[in-house]
């Protein structure tokens, strides 16, 4: 990995799956000019993992996960975030929601304390 702690194409990937996400939540909920999205983006790099959180305004629960097939314009994201993040967890507001998502430095182990400290809301 040429002395990089994480691989980029998982954290790309994640981002990507996460931004999608956020984006179809959007629209589905207002024509949002074309220059002003209520989604946000915080990245956390540490020498232990990689904390994204991406933020859109849809506050409804995520809804249960679903099995989509290679070609299937639906129902990937969470099976791909699954496969590529040690822990996601979504967390609500009155005004939207936030999907958090983990993925350790290349032969680290987070601890269970260190992944409830990571999920105390700061």
């Known amino acids: 990995m040429s002395g990089h702690p994480y ?10 799956e996460l931004a999608t996400n956020a984006v ?12 002003i999205w209520p989604i946000g983006v915080e990245v956390t790099v540490t020498d232990r993992y990689v904390h994204l ?17 290679l070609l299937a314009e639906n129902g990937r994201g ?3 975030i699954d496969q590529h993040a040690l822990a996601w967890w979504p967390t609500y ?4 929601k ?3 998502v983990i993925v350790p430095a290349s032969g680290v182990i987070l601890t269970a304390a260190e ?8």
């Open 24 to 35: 179809r939540a959007a629209t589905a909920l207002h024509p949002w000019p074309d220059d």
């Open 115 to 122: 992944l409830a400290e990571i999920r105390e809301p700061r």
């Open 53 to 69: 959180a991406v933020s859109d305004p849809d506050p409804e629960p995520l809804s249960a996960r679903q099995m989509g097939g």
């Open 7 to 16: 691989d980029p194409y998982d954290i790309a990937l994640l981002a990507s």
């Open 98 to 100: 936030t999907v958090h």
């Open 93 to 96: 507001t009155e005004h939207g």
């Open 78 to 80: 969470l099976v791909i």
